[in-house]
């Protein structure tokens, strides 16, 4: 077998995987931030199974001084503070390794780049084909035909493996040595090397290029010209410093052993636990299989199979430690065959009767439905279960007659639409949708375990499996037991056995139940119980309502539009092609860079991805739009092709074939501000800053001839919001005389009268309303609106001076996160900031800007939801027969009777404007048509 060594960059690796998941980090249970352990797991796993190495290691550094910091002091001096959840997952991480055993090197005085080359230069001596495996640039070094850099996949790209062609092309030298000169005379801010001032990537090359050698810069800077020579020769002796301290050390004290180096089998005395601790189901299912269980692996490691298809054996002493919960209680392996329960199959009259009779008597039951599939709007019922008492359960198998189904489902109805009979949940909304296609609609105060713990801690998984797992120490039965793994096989609980399904449905109810008991008092703990009685839980009989309504589209204007944009689009391409002189593929980024920048030249200065290629993403080519129209010719073709696509020839596809409308689906628990989501499609999408984009709203029309669109848009809700919370009283001011926010912001930040502002002056106003409550810098501002940094600086600062209100409201709002670590909206909903603490600025400034914004846009969140509430009991009181049927961002549409178009619209108003009592007026815009860019 030929020998294959990777070296593991470990802390370089670790950084890459904390960072790739710093907007959605992964959490446990315990609140322990598994990002870094995850990601370097995956990273691990991925070479392993891929790549199959015969050898492998992970080299660290340590904390001693090494030669480079005694050659240049400032070495490394301004490094960031390693974020606090980081420098918590290294334990794991060691753990991680040691339980895949895999050799760790370290060596004081030596960092971990000198260890990696000088064991990748011996090993290449010993006939190894080494792969170094880094995200960072250095090692390009000492790339040659036997060495290699392994680049892991990240953000959706693939793995990169460069050896020495691609190291020439990319630094675009003769001799892989040259790497070493341009990071000398670039420097690196990151390891603080200085470098030559003046001096950054591109020149670099281009000076490498003719000179061949730092040295050759230095004895020629004569021949250079201007502030370039100057640098070169005052900043000579700097630069050959920094060419030394990017110099890898290659005779590192160290010895390869070659037999310590060979990959073992994996631990899996140390790996279960390890796994359980973090909660790692996927992780392990793809090490040991997919019988891998995080609450058995707590306590009963089992003989398995390992990640390379061996039979491990585990000696009967071996245990794993049980952790503790989130109540610091045990956590026992506990499933259905080792837990005591009672689950009752009810498939006779007379049973069911006995039953109806018990659930009668409750003030509240947890139930759960069985269906044929996961779309509520297709779905047919299969079954429902039933829980009052925890270990018990009830199932009641329906068939597939319908006729018979629904004689059962009226046994049920004095239950089911009890209004005193409270009603807990999982994921409540769908099967109250599935009973609404039988006219059965449930009735009573809801409980939604989902939605609860989506309250207590929105930024984690809110799955029942989970929740089981994590709070109950409890693995319910996969249902790919039952129906099969997913993919075109899979089958449909109406293909199972009743007896086997049984246990499965009444398992649901049981863990709903046990759940919910769980999740009431942490509501109360967290000051969440008056969001969830009266504004999330409420709100899913809006939205049940909502989506069975779905909205009519026009397939033929819609497939009329999808042929006029595939000829704009033919037309834009070829444009593209006549000005650029010669055909290419426009849909690769790798080619329309090369024809931009290399062809056209209209940026020297253009910007390369880590990959090497042209960076020609919308914002690049946005700021080259004015120096050459191909530029908009392509923005226009990318964005056509994405309305075409996403949209006009998708939504067609999504007609429900039983009502002929589209049934979107709301997501309660997915935006931890609060807000509203939705899929299939996603209304919250949907263009409506460009012409073409407001076209596909056309396609959303009333239901018939006697209907109409109403749409009602909250008014700069969220700049509204935020001078109610922050008392700013110039802002209160403005809002209360119903002067326009962004001319009375221009006319106090450029001193001058409201009638004085012109349109430029109200957009950079605008920019700036907007941009402060997202924590825009002055170099954002002024990116943004194309103005000198200094003007975006005096702006903002104008603008404190005049809105002192709204930098109090900053300050506050950043010290109350700092000592409760979380913020609240008015209604009390909470956005718990973990890193607003940190001492990495990168991190602590991601928690910074969410706690100034959460509490505008959860605000902005709340007040919709309660506006959708009151108006769906009104429609219903007044017994009217208009629908709402659409919420997207700020906005609400109705599909209204054309007689009921007045009372709607006094509902309407009354409701959005006094959702929350507030100082500040909210005002709403309602329009009306026949389709919805009509009435918007």
Same mark, same amino acid.
């Given at each position: =077998? ?29 609140? $322990? ?82 260890? $990696? ?304 009979? &409270? ?69 449909? =609980? ?17 863990? *709903? ?18 969001? &969830? *009685? ?34 704009? $689009? ?271 600025? *990168? ?42 049927? =659409? ?11 054309? *007689? ?8 309407? &108003?009354?409701? =959005? ?24």
């Amino acid at each position: =077998m030929d020998k294959k060594l990777f070296l593991l960059d470990g802390m370089a690796l670790i950084y890459r995987a904390h960072f790739a998941l710093s907007k959605t980090p992964r959490f446990t249970s315990g609140g $322990i931030n598994t990002s870094a352990v995850m990601g370097f797991a995956n990273t691990l796993l991925e070479v392993l199974k891929k790549e199959k190495p015969s050898h492998i290691a992970v080299v660290f550094d340590t904390e001693a001084p090494t030669e480079r910091h005694t050659d240049f002091e400032a070495y490394k001096a301004h490094r960031e503070a390693m974020p606090e959840d980081l420098s918590k997952a290294l334990p794991y991480v060691f753990r991680l390794i040691e339980g895949f055993n895999i050799p760790v090197i370290t060596l004081d005085g030596y960092e971990a780049d000198d260890i $990696i080359g000088t064991l990748a230069k011996e090993a290449e001596r010993q006939d190894f084909k080494v792969f170094c495996m880094t995200p960072d640039k250095d090692f390009a070094q000492l790339v040659s035909d036997h060495i290699f850099i392994y680049k892991p996949a990240r953000m959706g790209n693939e793995m990169e493996i460069l050896g020495v062609k691609e190291v020439l092309a990319k630094w675009e030298i003769e001799r892989v040595d040259q790497v070493i000169d341009i990071l000398g005379l670039w420097g690196d801010a990151v390891d603080n090397i200085p470098g030559i001032p003046g001096i950054g990537e591109k020149t670099a090359k281009a000076l490498i290029k003719q000179y061949g050698s730092m040295e050759n810069i230095i004895a020629n800077a004569h021949e250079l010209k201007g502030k370039q020579r100057e640098n070169i020769e005052n900043f000579a002796e700097q630069g050959l410093v920094s060419k030394k301290l990017a110099t890898i050390i290659l005779n590192v004290p160290i010895e390869f052993n070659e037999t310590a180096l060979q990959l073992e089998e994996p631990s899996r005395e140390l790996l279960e636990p390890l796994f359980a601790e973090l909660e790692f189901r996927t992780i392990g299912r793809r090490v040991f299989g997919e019988e891998f269980n995080v609450n058995e692996a707590k306590a009963n490691p089992s003989g398995q199979k390992d990640l390379f298809g061996n039979d491990v054996t585990v000696t009967p002493e071996v245990k794993a430690t049980s952790q503790p919960s989130l109540f610091d209680t045990p956590i026992d392996a506990k499933n259905i065959s080792n837990t005591p329960h009672n689950y009752i199959l009810v498939d006779t009259p007379e049973a069911r009767k006995e039953l109806i009779k018990t659930l009668l008597q409750q003030q509240s039951i947890s139930f759960d439905t069985e269906t044929t599939g996961t779309d509520a709007n297709l779905a047919d019922l299969v079954g429902l279960s039933f829980a009052i008492h925890v270990g018990e359960g009830y199932y009641i198998p329906v068939p597939a007659d319908r006729a018979t189904t629904q004689a059962i489902l009226d046994e049920l109805r004095p239950v089911l639409e009890n209004e005193k009979i &409270a009603k807990i949940g999982q994921n409540i909304k769908y099967d109250m949708l599935v009973l609404k296609w039988y006219d059965v609609e449930i009735k009573g105060e809801l409980f939604d375990t989902m939605l609860a713990h989506y309250l207590i801690d929105p930024d984690t998984r809110h799955n029942m499996d989970v929740l089981s797992e994590n709070y109950l120490g409890y693995t319910p039965i996969s249902i790919t037991a039952l129906i099969g793994a997913k993919g075109k096989a899979q089958g449909n =609980m109406r293909d199972v056995p009743v007896e086997s399904v049984v246990d499965y449905a009444a398992e649901d109810a049981d863990v *709903t139940l046990q759940l919910a008991n769980i999740f009431k008092p942490m509501l109360v703990e967290r000051n969440a119980t008056k969001l &969830a *009685t009266e504004i999330e839980n409420p709100l899913i009989y809006v939205l049940a309502d909502m989506e069975k309504e779905g909205v009519r589209i026009d397939i033929d204007t819609l497939n009329a539009y999808s042929s006029e944009l595939q000829q704009e $689009i033919i037309k834009a391409e070829q444009s593209v092609y006549d000005k650029a002189g010669l055909k290419f593929n426009l849909a690769s980024p790798k080619q329309l860079g090369e024809v931009l920048f290399d062809h056209l030249k209209l940026d020297p200065k253009a910007k390369k991805t880590k990959t090497g290629q042209y960076q020609t993403g919308e914002d690049v080519l946005t700021l080259l739009a004015n120096k050459s129209d191909i530029v908009q010719d392509i923005l226009d073709f990318r964005q056509m092709q994405k309305l075409k696509s996403t949209y006009v020839d998708a939504l067609p596809l999504l007609v429900n074939p039983k009502t002929g409308r589209v049934h979107t689906s709301y997501n309660q628990a997915v935006a931890a501000t609060g807000r509203l989501s939705s899929n299939n499609p996603n209304l919250q999408n949907i263009p409506i800053r460009t012409e073409r984009g407001r076209e596909v709203r056309k396609a959303f029309i009333a239901r018939d001839a006697d209907h109409i669109l109403l749409s009602a848009d909250y008014s700069q809700i969220e700049l509204r919001i935020i001078a109610e919370i922050s008392k700013e009283e110039n802002m209160l001011d403005a809002f209360s005389k119903g002067i326009d926010i962004h001319t009375a912001t221009a006319a106090k930040v450029y001193g001058i009268g409201i009638e004085e502002v012109d349109s430029m002056q109200r957009r950079n106003a605008k920019a700036v309303n907007f941009g402060i409550i997202y924590g825009q810098s002055a170099f954002g501002l002024s990116q943004n609106l194309n103005i000198p940094r200094k003007e975006a600086a005096e702006i903002i600062e104008q603008y404190f001076i005049q809105y002192p209100g709204i930098k109090r409201y900053m300050s506050d709002t950043m010290n109350f996160a700092r000592e409760n670590g979380f913020v609240e909206t008015i209604m009390g909903r909470r956005r718990y900031l973990r890193d607003i603490n940190s001492a990495n600025a *990168t991190v602590r400034s991601y928690a910074e800007r969410n706690a100034i914004n959460a509490p505008i846009q959860g605000s902005a969140a709340d007040l919709i939801k309660i506006a959708m509430i009151n108006i769906h009991h009104d429609i219903k009181a007044q017994q009217l027969q208009s629908k709402m049927t =659409m919420q997207v961002h700020d906005e609400l549409v109705f599909d209204v009777v054309k *007689t009921e178009v007045a009372q709607m619209k006094a509902i309407i &108003a009354n409701r =959005m404007k006094t959702a929350i009592k507030t100082q500040v007026p909210i005002e709403i815009e309602i329009g009306e048509g026949d389709n919805w860019l009509a009435a918007h």
